[in-house]
């Protein structure tokens, strides 16, 4: 096979025709005719998002003003693409499917982890880049705090989020493992599904307990899909940090993208006044942060053993 350099100083490019110099005033105005993102330099970015609301087509039409925002300040079209698993998503990230993602904390951490994928800046949630894992039961389980669970497991059903989330699954893992308790054994039963059809299930009473976070727990109280006093909260995490918008390894090697991005997601908090499309409700905006912030998530994550020492 020949080396594509070597065979091309063997037939050097021509220079270009008298017809071809003349032509070029006509290709640059051509050019500026098109739109923005056709004329701009560098290719599609694949922007992948987490399922946070109940359906694809859903999360889809919530984070496409995000998308478009983003094409518009970066010069570049960015096409949306929802993953519907945590683990789902950083492994798309890892592995070239997505360049940009808004994920979340363990998902970001396992992707930084095995693929050297970079936060650039976390979400913040009512001004706040933080929020908490919790456990929830429902008021005729006779359960009034999480000890009370773990006095009882043998006799209890408990449900984890999928095992690329934060707060369904890693942080409760971490806090039972410190307890002593290995919940595949101790609980009479163990499901894994997600984080709405946890808080449903518990509040029907078809689940004795489940991990899930306050962020999502308050959505579905205020949008009705949830009965505040069927979910009661016998547990609470440390806080923990926000979804981070991450970049994948190869993007976070072009600097100046990464502090074009970085500008482009802090615009958005103060736009949301006019545009508030741009974001859920109680989405707030974005704020820079490095992988420094994702330490709590890493240790619980090497503490379970759920990420491997290097």
């Not at 930084?112 to 389980?141: C, M, N, R, W």
């Not at 981070?244 to 802090?266: I, M, T």
């Amino acid at each position: 096979m020949k080396h594509p350099l070597k065979h091309a100083m063997k037939h050097p490019v021509k220079s270009p025709t008298r017809r071809a110099v003349a032509l070029l005033p006509f290709a640059a105005a051509a050019s500026l005719a098109l739109p923005a993102f056709v004329r701009a330099q560098g290719s599609e970015l694949k922007l992948g998002v987490g399922l946070f609301q109940p359906d694809k087509e859903k999360n889809d039409a919530t984070y496409r003003p995000l998308a478009q925002h983003l094409s518009q300040r970066l010069g570049r079209p960015v096409s949306l693409r929802t993953v519907d698993s945590w683990e789902g998503l950083a492994k798309s990230l890892a592995n070239g499917e997505t360049d940009l993602a808004l994920m979340g904390p363990w998902g970001y951490v396992l992707a930084h982890h095995h693929a050297g994928a970079q936060v650039v800046s976390t979400i913040l949630y009512d001004g706040k880049p933080e929020y908490f894992a919790i456990i929830v039961t429902h008021p005729d389980s006779g359960l009034n705090s999480v000890q009370d669970l773990i006095k009882d497991g043998p006799k209890r059903t408990f449900a984890f989020g999928d095992k690329g989330s934060t707060s369904g699954y890693l942080i409760p893992l971490h806090f039972f493992q410190q307890q002593g308790v290995d919940p595949d054994k101790h609980f009479s039963r163990v499901l894994y599904t997600k984080h709405q059809a946890i808080e449903t299930q518990v509040a029907a009473g078809q689940l004795d307990a489940g991990a899930d976070y306050n962020r999502n727990r308050n959505a579905m109280i205020e949008q009705g899909l949830l009965k505040a006093e069927r979910s009661k909260i016998i547990w609470q995490s440390a806080p923990l940090p926000n979804d981070a918008f991450a970049v994948s390894a190869r993007l976070f090697a072009d600097k100046a993208l990464v502090e074009r991005l970085q500008v482009a997601l802090a615009e958005i908090g103060p736009l949301l006044a006019t545009q508030p499309g741009l974001l859920p409700p109680h989405y707030t905006g974005f704020v820079a942060k490095d992988n420094s912030f994702y330490k709590p998530i890493r240790d619980a994550g090497l503490a379970t053993g759920k990420l491997a020492t290097r």
